[in-house]
């Protein structure tokens, strides 16, 4: 089996707590953008698209996923992590699971998830 590497610069893990903290009482997600190396991935952006969200709940409307979209192509990068809190206790939801954007041929053991608690 073929490890794959997970770069983060610590830029980008400055920037993502900034963002989330910034967000109080509020969901918020996050995206981490990342060019990629063969397998290796190098998170180069913290992205926060626009999105709808109150105390229990975040939405990236279609128009803002189409401008995700669009950036990753035109900058030839993945979605290498959805980063988003949770106002209260942290812990993977249903509505988490059924809202990741990161899925698809990635095997459950990949696949990243990252939820911090802002208290």
């Known amino acids: 089996m073929t490890m794959s590497k997970?770069?983060?610069d610590y830029a980008v893990l400055v920037e993502t707590t900034r963002l989330l903290q910034a967000a109080a009482r509020s969901e918020c997600v996050l995206l981490w953008l990342a060019a990629r190396e063969g397998q290796d991935l190098t998170v180069t952006e913290v992205y926060r698209p626009a999105q709808r969200?109150?105390?229990d709940f975040f939405e990236i409307p279609r128009d803002s996923m189409a401008a995700v979209m669009a950036r990753l192509r035109t900058q030839?990068?993945?979605?290498a992590a959805q980063v988003h809190?949770?106002?209260?206790?942290?812990f993977h939801s249903?509505?988490?699971?059924?809202w990741a954007i990161?899925?698809?041929g990635m095997?459950?053991?990949?696949r990243m998830?990252?939820?911090l608690c802002c208290d």
């Open 85 to 90: 809190t949770h106002p209260g206790r942290a």
């Open 6 to 8: 997970l770069t983060i």
């Open 76 to 79: 030839s990068l993945s979605i």
């Open 102 to 104: 990161v899925r698809g």
């Open 53 to 55: 969200a109150s105390a």
């Open 94 to 98: 249903a509505a988490d699971e059924r």
């Open 113 to 115: 998830c990252m939820h």
């Open 107 to 110: 095997k459950r053991a990949t």
